[in-house]
């Protein structure tokens, strides 16, 4: 069981009895401070607050007031003369978690659900691009032409256009499949100038 929680301005993930250090709260040692702007929570299930999750909180103990190690910050520009130093030492907290309330002791932990996506098939209606032809592609084109024989020229391209937009209309349909157009080539073979050489 752990939460996520915001404190002094910074997130952190907490669990019972643990103990860290955190920007300087206010509070004298052995007080107990509570924040209730917990923005997750995982007991069992995943609670995701929006922005923080109603109910819970995260109650600690101030521990002690300390100094972090010192920080140097040293600026220079070489050839100017000009060289600068300066120290920090961050001011924290050290607290130790007591307690995470407001979870409900009943609830048992959420199966999680699978969802597939049922893929789309030809049952449907719909026709997945492999098994449909598309008149705006060369190569596609130039495949058929090729299967039936004829030569891959501009004007057997056209022509193999020019008929697959008649049988469109024709079939009431927006797309044809593989096996129509070479249905379509064969029925007007004649319509085409050039076979293969």
Request: proline letters at 1%; hydrophobic letters at 40%; charged letters at 30%.
């Amino acid at each position: 069981m752990f939460a996520i929680v915001e404190i002094a301005g910074l997130q952190y993930k907490v669990e019972q009895d643990q103990k860290l250090f955190v920007n300087r709260l206010a509070g004298d040692k052995g007080s107990k401070v509570s924040f209730d702007k917990v923005l997750m929570t995982v007991n069992g299930a995943v609670t995701v607050g929006a922005p923080a999750v109603s109910g819970i909180a995260v109650e600690v103990e101030i521990l002690d007031h300390v100094q972090a190690d010192k920080v140097i910050v040293f600026k220079k520009k070489r050839r100017k003369g000009y060289a600068k130093k300066n120290g920090h030492r961050q001011q924290l907290t050290q607290i130790q978690v007591v307690s995470i309330t407001g979870f409900d002791a009943s609830a048992k932990p959420a199966k999680k659900e699978v969802v597939k996506k049922e893929a789309k098939t030809e049952t449907s209606g719909a026709l997945s691009d492999n098994k449909t032809v598309n008149f705006g592609e060369d190569h596609e084109l130039n495949y058929h032409l090729k299967k039936n024989n004829l030569s891959q020229s501009k004007e057997n391209r056209e022509t193999l256009i020019t008929l697959g937009k008649a049988l469109k209309v024709e079939l009431e349909k927006k797309i044809l499949t593989h096996e129509e157009v070479d249905a379509l080539i064969e029925k007007h073979i004649a319509d085409f100038k050039e076979l293969k050489k």
